[in-house]
């Protein structure tokens, strides 16, 4: 029993030992107990001490409901963000930002750089036959998001409203209301999100004058 035990340990989601230890120094910093924490997020204390022990990798909706609460964006917590953001940046296959939810197959690949400041996220999502994202976070008031589907079929639900996309299609929407991926089909699916915070632009009147 104690090997298996070890061997289990040994099996660790390196990617979710790296979500505890960020989620567990982003609670400390914040002065904020498991309890507070779990009233914020809405997370049992149980889930989330196993989530900072790396004994629990959580899904995609608990992984999200736990950054949300931190004030802290979900890649951020998953990687390695960068100091600054830079004015050129390669992102090569294999340097992805993996995110794989252990109950279901899903999985999430960071395709945009990861850099402090960065208004925009690319991500490619890939869903399993019958499988849906569960219930996704509301996002604060201004973040917008584009879906492309690429493979199969994805039905998007926000709030009360289901739309069926299908390959090719796309489809935007203000993520300020919780909301969720869906493949009804028998078929893996995958589809492309832009994820936009907003930003403030200049009129054009106010670009002549300070021109």
């Known amino acids: 029993m104690a090997k298996a035990a070890a061997d289990r340990v040994g099996r660790q989601d390196p990617v979710g030992r790296v979500f505890g230890d960020r989620v567990r120094s982003l609670r400390e910093q914040g002065d904020l107990t498991l309890e507070q924490l779990s009233k914020l997020s809405g997370v049992s204390r149980a ?6 022990l790396g004994r629990k990798s959580p899904t995609i909706g608990v992984a999200k409901r736990i950054a949300h609460a931190l004030g802290a964006s979900f890649s951020a917590l998953v990687g390695d963000e960068g100091p600054a953001r830079r004015t050129f940046a390669i992102v090569r296959k294999d340097q992805r930002q993996v995110f794989r939810d252990p109950e279901t197959g899903f999985e ?3 395709l945009s750089p990861l850099m402090a400041g960065m208004p925009v996220e690319v991500v490619l999502h890939l869903l399993p036959p019958k499988v849906s994202t569960g219930m996704l976070p509301a996002y604060p008031t201004g973040v917008t998001k584009h879906v492309l589907v ?15 996309l299908e390959e090719g299609d796309s489809l935007y929407f203000e ?10 089909t028998s078929q893996p699916s995958e589809y492309y999100l832009i994820i936009s915070a907003a930003q403030t632009f200049p009129r054009r009147d106010e670009d002549r004058r300070d021109a």
């Open 47 to 52: 889930m989330l001490s196993q989530v900072e």
């Open 108 to 110: 999430r690949y960071l």
């Open 150 to 164: 690429s493979r199969g079929r994805v039905v998007v639900g926000v709030e009360n409203v289901e739309s069926i």
């Open 175 to 184: 993520a300020t209301a919780e909301h969720w991926f869906e493949n009804p």
